[in-house]
């Protein structure tokens, strides 16, 4: 995804490349995990019971994607962090 300012840095194939399969999986994975979720619990429970056991998994599922896609969008930099003292500024450097 790159950190370039104003043109400089900047990888265009994430266009074509990386977002088309981002949404295709933010697209597919929730549904998926609400079917899954409803078929392995099948048996005597009610459907009010089995509904919101998928629900919940589904919100984690979306959850932890949300929090990956995050994390892929922006990289650690263990340079940059400081446990003690000011905290570090892009205009500093």
């Given at each position: 995804?790159?950190?370039?300012?104003?043109?400089?840095?900047?990888?265009?194939?994430?266009?074509?490349t990386?977002?088309?399969?981002?949404l295709?999986?933010?697209?597919?994975?929730?549904?998926?995990?609400?079917?899954?979720t409803?078929?392995l619990?099948?048996?005597?429970?009610s459907?009010?019971?089995?509904?919101l056991?998928?629900?919940?998994?589904?919100?984690?599922?979306l959850?932890?994607?949300?929090?990956?896609?995050?994390?892929w969008?922006?990289?650690?930099?263990?340079?940059?962090?400081?446990?003690?003292?000011?905290?570090?500024?892009?205009?500093?450097?």
């Amino acid at each position: 995804m790159g950190t370039g300012l104003e043109g400089h840095g900047r990888d265009l194939s994430v266009l074509w490349t990386e977002l088309p399969l981002v949404l295709l999986a933010g697209a597919l994975i929730p549904p998926l995990t609400w079917l899954l979720t409803l078929r392995l619990l099948r048996g005597p429970r009610s459907l009010r019971s089995r509904a919101l056991v998928a629900g919940v998994c589904t919100a984690a599922v979306l959850a932890l994607s949300a929090w990956g896609l995050h994390a892929w969008a922006n990289p650690h930099h263990p340079d940059r962090i400081r446990l003690s003292g000011p905290l570090p500024s892009d205009l500093d450097q």
